[in-house]
């Protein structure tokens, strides 16, 4: 298993992920819940993928591959987790948006 294309791929898709979700919070602030609602879709999609390349390295150390970490994969790490963290909470925003709106 190649760990940093892996690290890659949590970066590239949590960066995906990230971008939908402020995408989100955008056409909310604008009361265009619909389209939020459908980048909040694609941010969850492109978390998932994410969370899947991370599921890997996790079912790959409980096999026995207990590979040295770099940095990037930390960086990667990082960026999926505050990733995660702004769904949910773009998430509730787009309620509360629809709620004063």
């Known amino acids: 298993m190649d760990q940093e294309l892996i690290a890659l791929n949590l970066i590239s898709n949590s960066g995906t992920a990230r971008t939908k979700a402020f995408e989100a919070l955008h056409k909310a602030r604008?009361?265009?819940y619909e389209e939020a609602k459908i980048l909040l879709k694609e941010s969850e999609e492109s978390s998932l993928l994410a969370h899947n390349?991370?599921?890997e390295l996790l079912q790959a150390e409980a096999?026995?591959?207990n590979s040295n970490y770099s940095i990037i994969m930390v960086h990667a790490q990082d960026h999926l987790m505050t990733t995660m963290t702004l769904l949910e909470v773009a998430k509730e925003m787009l309620v509360l948006h629809?709620?004063?709106g």
């Open 98 to 100: 629809r709620k004063v």
């Open 53 to 55: 390349a991370q599921t």
């Open 63 to 65: 096999n026995g591959d």
């Open 30 to 32: 604008e009361g265009k």
